[in-house]
């Protein structure tokens, strides 16, 4: 009996202190705070290359670095943003917010949600050692389309290990998401009484546990092909190149969805909180999160409408696509039926939720065009898709990151951040990501490809442009870490348990800062 109420005790104990903390923690807050800073490193990674890529592009002429390495760079670039910096920190926040949304005392798979934060640094290490191998990292761009990826040199193992174990890091997260909101709700919490957060989360772990298989598979083949004698994907030996591309974009759409479901449900957690109201059409929302999440499965093709698929394909797949709009459009809808005559203040977070929204419907759009097949024969490789995806990206995914983290920095922290620079980040942010990406429509509508380091004179002033919107946007990030870092410090002021004052849900029932255990006992839903 002794025993086990010293390991009942045991259990209750604060944080270890030191470095064993955090490589030994349970504990959902911690892996969540692990999970933020590493995305916010990773953010500044995949950035760094990213004002090296606009240097070599501010002026026609190879300015900076040589064809070869702006390739690796671009490759790179795009991994580390998507494996790296987008999707961790929504595993981050939803380690943080889950467990505190449905009353639960901690992630159902502790040891396991551990493991699984942990084997992302190895990962990482292995993709950005690739730099220094000879030949140098993948130069065929995030899509490791054969034959170009095959003749990557003794990086190329690398490459495929790291996204093997970046898989296995995302399926592991993904099924202790979904353990722990089928399993571990409070009492009178049903399904369609969670959160629009938690219901986004659910379905998205579904989609990457469906998917991530699939993106091991090609890339295990893509690694026969090159060192066991297999021709999967060499004509020479019977094999089609295109047979990669759709496998790949199999998990490739969902994937996309799997970076702006759980932005969803951020800003269904924000708009509603700043407008004072309930979120217009919840259950609307739900099936639309739902109907997105099926939809994502067979549009896939739409990225290789110029490869020679017979008329009936291109047909299906325009018209499928054309169709995702539909349930986006009910959310974007709900968004702002939700703020029709509500209280409205704009705080920091509601800014950022604004700018998603109007931001990510342009993507939208753009998304659309690219969706009609003879004008996509048009855009297809341009930079008008470069700035279509950097529109869906950025504005969606990395502002609804930034919203979340400005709505519940001061409820981990228990302070209040500095409104002022808080703000400051977002005007500089909001307006240089325009300032940017919006400008690659004209050069890729005049027709300048994608994934070059040199382009003709007609296109030099655009670029020019968009090159200083993005120092302007690199450097403006350094606020936003001081922002966090100061808020961690103490802050303006101490915040008390609900620290918005439109904010309902059982997250804000708990005590600022939250406590390392958040629920001893379940609470209620009524």
């Not at 870092?485 to 915040?495: A, Q």
Request: charged share 10%.
């Amino acid at each position: 009996m002794e025993s086990t109420t010293a390991t009942h005790d045991d259990h209750y104990h604060g944080p270890a202190s030191g470095i064993r903390r955090w490589l030994f923690t349970t504990n959902h807050k911690d892996i969540g705070t692990l999970y933020l800073w590493f995305s916010l490193i990773m953010f500044f990674v995949g950035g760094a290359m990213a004002m090296v890529i606009r240097a070599e592009l501010i002026a026609p002429g190879m300015n900076l670095v040589d064809p070869m390495f702006y390739n690796q760079l671009i490759t790179v670039h795009a991994l580390v943003m998507i494996f790296g910096a987008v999707m961790p920190a929504f595993v981050g926040l939803a380690n943080w917010m889950v467990p505190m949304m449905i009353g639960a005392p901690d992630m159902a798979l502790p040891r396991m949600n551990n493991w699984s934060f942990w084997i992302l640094p190895i990962g990482f290490t292995l993709l950005l050692m690739t730099f220094f191998l000879p030949g140098g990292a993948p130069a065929s761009g995030w899509t490791i389309y054969p034959p170009l990826v095959l003749q990557t040199g003794d990086a190329f193992p690398f490459l495929v290990f790291s996204i093997h174990v970046l898989g296995i890091s995302s399926i592991m997260g993904a099924m202790n998401i979904i353990v722990t909101i089928m399993n571990l709700r409070a009492p009178g919490m049903g399904l369609l009484k969670m959160p629009i957060f938690i219901w986004t989360w659910l379905i998205t772990a579904y989609l990457l546990i469906a998917v991530m298989p699939v993106l091991a598979g090609a890339v295990t083949m893509l690694l026969t092909d090159k060192y066991f004698g297999t021709s999967f994907f060499d004509a020479a030996g019977g094999g089609d190149p295109v047979l990669f591309q759709h496998i790949f974009w199999f998990f490739g759409h969902p994937e996309v969805y799997i970076m702006i479901l759980p932005a969803f449900g951020i800003i269904s957690e924000v708009i509603p909180t700043f407008s004072r109201k309930r979120l217009f059409g919840y259950e609307a929302m739900v099936y639309a999160t739902a109907a997105i999440a099926f939809l994502s499965f067979i549009v896939w093709a739409h990225h290789m409408f110029t490869v020679g698929m017979p008329i009936g394909g291109l047909l299906f797949f325009m018209f499928t696509t054309m169709l995702i709009a539909v349930p986006t459009g009910v959310k974007i809808f709900n968004w702002v039926a939700t703020m029709w005559r509500g209280a409205m203040t704009f705080e920091t977070p509601m800014l950022f939720a604004l700018a998603f929204l109007f931001l990510f419907t342009i993507g939208g759009f753009s998304g659309l065009m690219l969706a009609i097949v003879p004008a996509d024969f048009q855009y297809h490789d341009s930079y008008f898709v470069v700035a279509h995806f950097h529109y869906v990206l950025v504005p969606g995914s990395v502002f609804a990151i930034m919203a979340g983290v400005y709505y519940w920095l001061p409820k981990w922290t228990g302070n209040m951040y500095n409104e002022f620079w808080a703000k400051t980040h977002f005007w500089l942010t909001a307006i240089s990501v325009n300032i940017t990406f919006f400008p690659q429509h004209f050069v890729g509508l005049a027709g300048m490809p994608r994934r070059i380091p040199d382009y003709p004179v007609q296109f030099a002033d655009w670029n020019m442009v968009s090159s200083l919107g993005s120092f302007v946007f690199g450097i403006s990030q350094l606020i936003f870490v001081a922002v966090i870092i100061g808020c961690i410090r103490g802050g303006t002021r101490k915040v008390d348990d609900r620290v918005w004052e439109g904010s309902h849900g059982l997250e804000w029932t708990l005590p600022s800062p939250a406590p390392y255990h958040s629920f001893d006992k379940p609470p209620e839903v009524r």
